[in-house]
């Protein structure tokens, strides 16, 4: 059944397409996957997920493999069409969230009924911010620097900052990308590791609706308002 322009299971074949075409970008250009890999640079593991459709990466992974294939442009206009696709994805599912919160009101942990984490949104990255994102995706410092296409030391720079230091805006932009990119799970435990980080000191988090920690700055992107439950 079709629902906000999103057929089930949509997004998992179109990043399979996706990872076609990158396989067949690379066998043209008469790469390897270790070859690719070591030109982008990022582990061979990494580009084999990809192909698969086993992996959701980064526009900066995309950029530069379309570069060393000789794509033109065309890789990173299939990756921004499947980013649109997960977009929208997320935009019916926190509908759907909305739709429930105004026929039944909110919990009273103000929490959504699957707690998805699908709006968030981060105000200002930093140190702590960072490190939350890290350990909600599951990664090490290497395979966090693998998917995002920066260096280890970038990454342990980011994370050894003070909670009140933000991150240049490039690099809050990569970091905006990856959470847009995680799935649901990975973004639910994104905004417990960040509330339990933040709590007691300045600077804080809520989910989707949830109550705001003081001095936060992860927030919910959109924030309905508590539905009137007739008596």
């Known amino acids: ?125 930093a140190g702590r911010e960072t490190q939350a994102l890290r350990e909600a995706l599951r990664m090490s410092v290497r395979a966090f620097a693998e998917h995002l296409g920066v260096t280890t030391s970038t990454v342990s720079e980011w994370e050894s900052r003070a909670a009140a230091a933000p991150l240049r805006l490039a690099s809050q932009a990569v970091l905006d990308q990856a959470l847009k990119l995680a799935d649901a799970d990975a973004r639910t435990r994104f905004a417990v590791l960040a509330a339990s980080a933040a709590h007691g000191a300045s600077g804080g988090v809520t989910g989707d609706g949830g109550s705001v920690r003081r001095g936060s700055v992860v927030a919910p992107s959109r924030r309905p308002e508590r539905a009137r439950v007739a008596s």
Request: proline share 3%; charged share 25%.
């Open 1 to 125: 059944m079709r629902a906000g322009g999103v057929k089930p299971g949509q997004v998992a074949e179109a990043r399979k397409d996706l990872g076609r075409q990158l396989a067949a970008w690379r066998d043209a250009a008469g790469l390897t996957q270790v070859q690719l890999a070591r030109r982008i640079p990022y582990s061979r593991s990494t580009v084999a997920n990809v192909e698969v459709g086993r992996h959701s990466i980064t526009r900066a992974f995309w950029r530069c493999a379309d570069r060393e294939v000789g794509a033109a442009g065309a890789l990173l206009a299939a990756f921004e069409e499947v980013d649109r696709l997960v977009q929208r994805q997320r935009e019916r599912v926190l509908g759907r969230q909305v739709r429930e919160r105004a026929g039944y009101g909110l919990p009273e942990s103000g929490q959504a009924p699957d707690g998805c984490g699908c709006g968030l949104t981060v105000a200002r990255w």
